[in-house]
């Protein structure tokens, strides 16, 4: 029976905006896409957030301006929590500035590992301290308690209607480009530039597309200008004041709205510096 409620009382908080706790701008809960944990199990966990309009949070890489959310768990004893996984990133606004972040609603994904020693019927409270910094024309700090409460079943169900944004969310995260690309990379004391050229078949995507960077490298409010060929692109992007000068490749996604013949539309780039540079 606690099963059972616990199940229901999921699916009514999930659609009750005034369940979910709000802090400013935002409001957040953590959500689960199963309606228990299994003993010895990995599982999922999602910190659901909803922005007001106009206000936004920051990707794991900010770039010229902002601070990640983070999330730091108090589970009960023998729990494992994994790194968190942030949504896509998408281009944002600090007032003028753009940086990288997400607007809207999202969800960050951690994976976690339940102990074996736990008892059938127990209910678990998962606990964490959430912070962030959300911004629009001004910015304001937040931080929250955060907690999800989920019994002990010896067989979990889904719960549809997280499952399938759970499942969304893994689907679309960026892997590396394949074999049919060739990707490089260059710098000089104000640019960098990544290369795509397809080798195989036609790329008739026409889309334009925008690079998150990972490693600092590319000014986030800076103009990335685009040059087109047969086949292949070019972006030009404006390093970074903050560069690391030393730094031997050039990391983040690379987004195209019709995506790269795969499932999401951002893709991995890791690639090294040509040695001329």
């Known amino acids: ?25 935002l409001r957040m809960e953590l959500v689960l896409e199963q309606d228990g944990i299994v003993a ?72 976690m590992k339940a102990p074996k020693n ?3 019927g127990d209910i678990v409270d998962l606990k964490a301290k959430a912070s962030w910094l959300t ?36 689907q679309n995260i960026p892997e590396n480009l394949g074999s049919s690309w060739k990707i490089s990379a260059k710098k000089d004391n104000n640019f960098v530039y990544v290369s795509f050229v397809l080798t195989e078949g036609m790329d008739t995507e026409k889309s334009r597309p925008v690079f998150f960077c990972s490693n600092r490298l590319v000014k986030s409010d800076g103009n990335q200008f685009l040059t087109r060929k047969k086949n292949s692109f070019t972006l030009r992007m404006d390093l970074s004041e903050w560069a690391n000068k030393s730094e031997k490749y050039l990391s983040g996604l690379i987004y195209r ?14 690639v090294p510096f040509s040695s001329s540079n």
Not at 58 to 71: A, E, F, Q
Not at 135 to 163: H, M, Y
Request: aromatic fraction near 14%.
């Open 257 to 270: 709205k019709n995506g790269w013949g795969g499932v999401s539309s951002y893709a991995k780039v890791h």
């Open 118 to 120: 736990l008892k059938l």
């Open 135 to 170: 911004c629009s024309q001004q910015c304001l700090p937040g931080f929250t308690d955060l907690s999800v409460g989920v019994e002990v079943v010896d067989s979990a169900e889904i719960v549809p209607v997280w499952n399938h944004r759970f499942e969304q969310f893994k």
């Open 1 to 25: 029976m606690a099963r059972i409620l616990l199940f229901f009382g999921a699916v009514v908080l999930s659609f009750n905006c005034f369940a979910l706790k709000k802090v400013g701008p």
């Open 40 to 111: 010895g199990a990995e599982f999922w966990v999602g910190w659901r957030i909803i922005r007001e309009n106009g206000w936004h949070t920051y990707w794991k890489h900010p770039g010229d301006v902002g601070v990640p959310p983070s999330i730091e768990w108090n589970l009960p004893q023998g729990f494992i929590a994994g790194e968190m996984l942030y949504a896509l990133p998408e281009k944002v606004k600090m007032a003028n500035i753009r940086a990288n972040g997400n607007y809207g609603e999202t969800i960050f994904l951690v994976k």
